[in-house]
Every structure is written in structure tokens, then in C-alpha cells.
């Protein structure tokens, strides 16, 4: 098990006043415990007030920013420990484990998720002057670093712009831009400077990966997802492993599962229905398969998420 962690700035006072300072202005747009959208289009605020169990969930391309708690996120056996120094950056569409391990009502995990529009992140790229990161991350398609100075600054003043709506339309899309430079410069943005990058074979590796959640309900044939990605079926096989820790048919089967889940709990739909609505020839596949990846048949586990005793999210 590799374990990926950060650790607290404290010998830094203006950093740790900083961290702070933010905990504060999420947690006075997030009073309450749950998930907190806002006016700002992709920025999502998190208080959680308990330790959860694990739980299956799937990132997008995103910063997450944590300022208080401490999460443990699970890649294919890469442990991603967040604590409030740390924030995560998410390259691609990926479907992970996830546990939050220390919260609390006097001190709760309070975090903040900003979705990135990877044609800004393109755009960023673009620009001749923009320096190199120092040192290289991993190859994976997280990544967790701690927070520094300008991206605090940074994801400050974006949530502060919930306080004026009105000046939300004109400055969060640059302020949304300075976010996205500030993780390029970060040996963390490596993957997402690649992915971005038209031609890098991460970016057509993540172009299969987007061809496959648009698709994962169809029969997956490797050589046509080999053409999507333009590469050979052995270079996207490396590429697709090395990105998301699976195969590309593990990946589906992920996808899956968790769509079949969502349909059943969320619109009520039989385990059946579900099973061919997805994707699945055979329904006594589908209940196989869904009891090893969720732990529990699809009926009881459905009643097991409706009776609140654990959590199913799209969003980590």
C-alpha cells in the first residue's frame, strides 16, 4: 500500500493564519453539515461532522482544498491521506474509495471543490510565459500537495465573492484562471499540464477515458477505444493502468456498478431493470459483481442506503 500525505505548514505562522482565515469563510457559507453548492458555477463547500466509512465516490477534474478534518482517499491500493494543509487535485474522471477520518461538531472537515474547465486549463497553458513546475508528481491522475500562500489567496477571495453576487459574472472566471496557474506551478499539476496538453499521451489517454463514461453502458471493444485514444491497444492498455490504477474493462465495470446503483436508489428502479440498464447481459453477473465492489446484494444494500446507514456520492 503506498501512501501519499502532507505535512502541516505550522512553523510557517502566516500560512497557518491563512488556512485559517479560510476555514472561516467556508464555514460561514457552509453552516450546516453536507454538501453546499453556490452561486459560483463548479464550487462546491463541504462540512462533514463525523467520521464515515469507507464509500465508493468518483472525482472529475477538480481542486479540492481541505482546511480542517482529515480525509483518506483510496486509488487502486495509492492512499491519499488530506489533512488542512493539503488540497487535491484530480486530473481526470476517476471512481475511488473514500473515508473521512477525523471530523467532529466542535471541529469539523470543512473543504472546498472547485470543478476545473479544462479549456482554461488550455488556455493557461497556452501562455509562452508561464514558468515550469520544479520536481515532477505522481503518474497517477491524483495528486495531493500542500496548500500554498497564492492558492489560498486565491480560493479566499473566490468564496468571497459569494458576499457580492453581483461581481460573481466579471471576477470569478479570472480568479478561476490565477486557481488554475496557481496548481500548474505545483509539482502536483504535472498530470494535469499533460493531460491538457493535445498530443501528450495522457491527454489521449483521457480522451478514452471520457469516450468510456460517455459509453460504458455499450459492449467495450479495446480496438475501438485504441482508435478513439489514437494509440496501439498495448500503449493504451499502460497508459490507461498508469492514469487510474485499472484496466479500461475494471474502469467499466466501475462505471457500471455505480450508475446501477444510482438508478436503483435515486429513481427506484429493480436490480434487473438496472442490470440491463447499464449494460449487463446477465442479471446474476450484475448481483455477483455488485456484491464484491458495494460489500452487499443490490436490494439489500439499496435499503441499507436508504435506511442513512451509509453515504453514496457522486461527488468525494
Same mark, same amino acid.
Given at each position: 500500500?503506498?501512501?501519499? #500525505?502532507?505535512?502541516?505548514?505550522? @512553523?510557517?505562522? $502566516?500560512?497557518?493564519?491563512?488556512?485559517?482565515?479560510?476555514? *472561516?469563510?467556508?464555514?460561514?457559507?457552509?453552516?450546516?453539515?453536507?454538501?453546499?453548492?453556490?452561486?459560483?458555477? /463548479?464550487?462546491?463547500?463541504?462540512? +462533514?461532522?463525523?467520521? @464515515?466509512?469507507? &464509500?465508493?465516490?468518483?472525482?472529475?477534474? =477538480?481542486?479540492?482544498?481541505?482546511?480542517?478534518?482529515?480525509?483518506?482517499?483510496?486509488?487502486? /491500493?495509492?492512499?491519499?491521506?488530506?489533512? /488542512?494543509?493539503?488540497?487535491?487535485?484530480?486530473?481526470?474522471?476517476?471512481?475511488?474509495?473514500?473515508?473521512?477520518?477525523?471530523?467532529?461538531?466542535?471541529?469539523?472537515?470543512?473543504?472546498?471543490? %472547485?470543478?476545473?474547465?479544462?479549456?482554461?486549463?488550455?488556455?493557461?497553458?497556452?501562455?509562452?510565459?508561464?514558468?515550469?513546475?520544479?520536481?515532477?508528481?505522481?503518474?497517477?491522475?491524483? $495528486?495531493?500537495?500542500?496548500?500554498?500562500? /497564492?492558492?489560498? @489567496?486565491?480560493?479566499?477571495?473566490?468564496?468571497?465573492?459569494?458576499?457580492?453576487?453581483?461581481?460573481?459574472?466579471?471576477?470569478?472566471?479570472?480568479?478561476?484562471?490565477?486557481?488554475?496557474?496557481?496548481?500548474?506551478?505545483?509539482?502536483?499539476?504535472?498530470?494535469?499540464?499533460?493531460?491538457?496538453?493535445?498530443?501528450?499521451?495522457?491527454?489521449?489517454?483521457?480522451? $478514452?477515458?471520457?469516450?468510456?463514461?460517455?459509453?460504458?453502458?455499450?459492449? %467495450?471493444?479495446?480496438?475501438?477505444?485504441?482508435?478513439?485514444?489514437?494509440?496501439?491497444?498495448?500503449?493504451?492498455? *499502460?497508459?490507461?493502468?498508469?492514469?487510474?490504477?485499472?484496466?479500461?474493462?475494471?474502469?467499466?465495470?466501475?462505471?457500471?456498478?455505480?450508475?446501477?446503483?444510482?438508478?436503483?436508489?435515486?429513481?427506484?428502479?429493480?436490480?434487473?431493470?438496472?442490470? &440491463?440498464?447499464?449494460?449487463?447481459?446477465?442479471?446474476?453477473?450484475? =448481483?455477483?459483481?455488485? @456484491?464484491?465492489?458495494?460489500?452487499?446484494?443490490?436490494? +439489500?444494500?439499496? #435499503?441499507?442506503? +436508504?435506511?442513512?446507514?451509509?453515504?453514496?456520492?457522486?461527488?468525494?
Amino acid at each position: 500500500m503506498v501512501r501519499h #500525505k502532507t505535512e502541516h505548514g505550522t @512553523s510557517n505562522p $502566516a500560512l497557518t493564519e491563512m488556512r485559517t482565515a479560510l476555514a *472561516h469563510k467556508i464555514a460561514a457559507h457552509a453552516p450546516s453539515a453536507g454538501e453546499h453548492p453556490t452561486v459560483i458555477a /463548479g464550487l462546491l463547500l463541504f462540512r +462533514r461532522t463525523a467520521p @464515515s466509512p469507507c &464509500y465508493r465516490a468518483t472525482y472529475e477534474p =477538480s481542486l479540492t482544498v481541505f482546511v480542517q478534518g482529515r480525509k483518506l482517499i483510496n486509488l487502486g /491500493g495509492t492512499e491519499y491521506l488530506c489533512d /488542512g494543509s493539503s488540497f487535491l487535485v484530480s486530473s481526470i474522471d476517476v471512481p475511488v474509495q473514500s473515508q473521512i477520518v477525523e471530523a467532529s461538531e466542535q471541529v469539523p472537515l470543512l473543504s472546498m471543490l %472547485l470543478r476545473l474547465d479544462m479549456p482554461a486549463v488550455q488556455d493557461v497553458l497556452s501562455r509562452e510565459d508561464l514558468p515550469q513546475p520544479e520536481g515532477s508528481s505522481e503518474r497517477r491522475g491524483l $495528486a495531493v500537495g500542500e496548500t500554498t500562500m /497564492g492558492l489560498l @489567496s486565491a480560493c479566499a477571495r473566490l468564496i468571497e465573492l459569494l458576499d457580492t453576487p453581483e461581481d460573481v459574472p466579471f471576477l470569478s472566471p479570472l480568479i478561476q484562471r490565477e486557481i488554475i496557474y496557481r496548481i500548474l506551478r505545483t509539482p502536483q499539476g504535472e498530470r494535469l499540464r499533460a493531460i491538457a496538453t493535445r498530443g501528450d499521451l495522457s491527454h489521449r489517454t483521457a480522451r $478514452a477515458i471520457a469516450w468510456l463514461r460517455a459509453n460504458y453502458n455499450k459492449p %467495450l471493444h479495446m480496438e475501438e477505444l485504441a482508435s478513439v485514444a489514437r494509440m496501439g491497444v498495448s500503449t493504451l492498455h *499502460h497508459q490507461f493502468r498508469a492514469l487510474t490504477a485499472m484496466s479500461p474493462l475494471q474502469y467499466q465495470k466501475q462505471l457500471r456498478l455505480q450508475a446501477a446503483r444510482q438508478r436503483m436508489l435515486m429513481d427506484g428502479i429493480d436490480a434487473t431493470n438496472a442490470a &440491463y440498464e447499464v449494460g449487463y447481459e446477465s442479471v446474476s453477473q450484475f =448481483s455477483r459483481e455488485y @456484491s464484491r465492489f458495494f460489500g452487499q446484494p443490490p436490494i +439489500r444494500d439499496i #435499503k441499507t442506503l +436508504r435506511d442513512g446507514k451509509i453515504v453514496a456520492t457522486n461527488v468525494a
